[in-house]
């Protein structure tokens, strides 16, 4: 819950909050009818056993979409008469022999494929559209879950592609190695959902973004089984691992990835620190990246966010630090969280010492820590406002340094200028020596007359302010919602060259239909 303060404030900035202006009790959503045909399902059943074919509402419902703002809002207050569309069975198979075969039946009976993971899509990525096929089904991964093998001498592991973040973390632990991959998603979200969209994690400063740590990758496909990655590197054509990698289930379904680890840290140091303004902070994030001193977490707040954060959190130690900024001239102050892993002693000095220079205000461990204990918080407390009648949701993207604060303005003034009265909050959580990421979290009154058209004309009008500027998507992938940018982006004969992709391994379009390149 949020405290009375809290909700009063967000009022004031907003419109009206802190009432559930849905239904009291909500109603369960009308689910599509399954269209599986009989044959197809005992097909599928032969293969995974009658048991792993499930066709119940709940069971088809919590496969039917991902986390994003829209699909929680069709599925928590469903319009009369408007049906979620789900798939048409969920079915579970048990290992990657498992997974070919099902794809195997699929073809034969020309159903639909959607692999699902933890789920957690914010950009239709697991929608179960069907395309042109008469049925569909969600490809649940969840029993593909173990660590299969360990290489101590080369630093790899191969997990299989339904283990969730925090057990591969915990497996990888019991032989003193980690991926130090920890995006927002991590507690649901699995290997193989990690490596279908490019994911990247709070650390990607210090450990890489996913497909950084991709050595092999293991998929299934309606031609047959695929499996790359042989070397640390390599010059046998183009590499064809980083074409199944973000290829968001649309060229196979990822069944196994080899992946480079490492030992557990020693230690964990994170801090707090604050600029003045948000100009002032992308500078200062430029320096450290440019001079390959950032932090393995490196994560700026501007001044709208920052504010958030410290009206939500309140209290007498924020009222504290608010003052004692005050008194030190800080008038736009923004975050800065950085954090360092492993060898954190003189890494540390070395990233203080321009943060000294540029004039940035060490406010010290207390506030770091805070955050670290904190990063995941974001989905609970998304869930709470919307139950207080508040549009919530995200969008990110990255840009060269010399677009980013063009891009950063643009944004802005889109999802302004769409919504009305609304905080549009924004940081920036991963650097490179040539740009970073932008994150977007907006927060407006729910529109209870039109709460999906309110949010798809300013997720549309943010999207067309980005592109020129920068990349549709720096880590969401590009699902459904993000497909009618990416010609804008990668040209015409780049999804030609997709296309061509696609047809090569799946030529009658089972998998994962409406996706990336529709």
């Avoid at 020596?433 to 729910?446: D, H, N, P």
């Avoid at 993000?482 to 799946?506: C, F, Q, S, T």
Wanted: proline share 5%.
């Amino acid at each position: 819950m949020l405290p009375d303060r809290a909700v009063r404030w967000l009022g004031q900035r907003i419109g009206r909050v802190g009432v559930d202006r849905g239904h009291k009790v909500h109603p369960v959503p009308n689910l599509t009818d399954s269209t599986l045909a009989e044959p197809a399902r005992e097909a599928l059943a032969a293969v995974v056993g009658a048991e792993n074919v499930l066709v119940d509402g709940p069971e088809r419902l919590a496969r039917a979409s991902g986390l994003s703002y829209l699909d929680l809002l069709r599925r928590q207050r469903p319009q009369p008469g408007d049906p979620v569309p789900a798939p048409d069975a969920v079915v579970l198979p048990a290992d990657p022999d498992q997974v070919q075969a099902v794809l195997d039946a699929c073809v034969r009976h020309d159903v639909g494929v959607v692999p699902f993971g933890g789920g957690t899509s914010v950009v239709g990525g697991v929608s179960a559209l069907r395309g042109d096929k008469a049925a569909v089904i969600a490809l649940d991964l969840a029993r593909l879950d173990e660590l299969v093998s360990v290489d101590p001498v080369s630093h790899l592991a191969v997990l299989q592609a339904g283990v969730r973040g925090p057990e591969a973390e915990r497996l990888l632990g019991e032989h003193g190695f980690t991926l130090g991959h920890v995006p927002q998603s991590f507690e649901r979200a699995t290997i193989g959902g990690f490596a279908a969209t490019r994911s990247a994690g709070q650390a990607s400063s210090g450990y890489g973004r996913f497909e950084d740590m991709v050595a092999g990758v293991r998929l299934a496909t309606p031609r047959g089984e695929w499996r790359l990655g042989v070397a640390p590197a390599s010059a046998a054509g183009p590499d064809l691992r980083q074409l199944a990698v973000g290829s968001e289930g649309t060229l196979g379904v990822i069944t196994e990835v080899a992946l480079r680890v490492r030992p557990v840290p020693r230690e964990r140091r994170y801090e707090g620190y604050v600029v003045d303004g948000w100009a002032a902070g992308a500078e200062t994030v430029r320096q450290l990246a440019q001079e390959h001193v950032l932090a393995d977490v490196t994560r700026l707040s501007d001044v709208d966010e920052t504010a958030v954060s410290f009206a939500l959190s309140g209290g007498w130690k924020t009222a504290l630090l608010r003052g004692y900024l005050a008194a030190r001239g800080m008038k736009r102050p923004c975050l800065l969280i950085v954090g360092w892993e492993g060898d954190v002693k003189a890494r540390q000095r070395r990233t203080a010492a321009v943060l000294r220079r540029t004039g940035a205000l060490r406010i010290g461990r207390a506030l770091g820590e805070t955050w670290r204990h904190g990063r995941f918080n974001g989905p609970r407390q998304r869930d709470v406002l919307m139950g207080l009648g508040v549009c919530v949701e995200t969008l990110e993207t990255a840009a060269y340094w010399s677009n980013l604060d063009d891009l950063h303005d643009a944004v802005r003034a889109a999802l302004t200028a769409s919504l009305g009265r609304a905080i549009v909050m924004c940081h920036v959580s991963h650097a490179y020596e040539t740009g970073a990421s932008l994150y977007f979290t907006v927060l407006t009154s729910r529109d209870d007359a039109d709460p999906v058209g309110q949010w798809q004309r300013a997720k549309r009008a943010a999207s067309e302010a980005i592109v020129g500027l920068g990349t549709i998507s720096h880590h969401h992938a590009v699902g459904v919602d993000h497909a009618p940018y990416l010609p804008a982006e990668i040209g015409a004969l780049g999804v030609d060259v997709l296309r061509a992709a696609k047809h090569a391994v799946d030529p009658t379009g089972i998998l994962n239909p409406g996706k990336l390149i529709g």
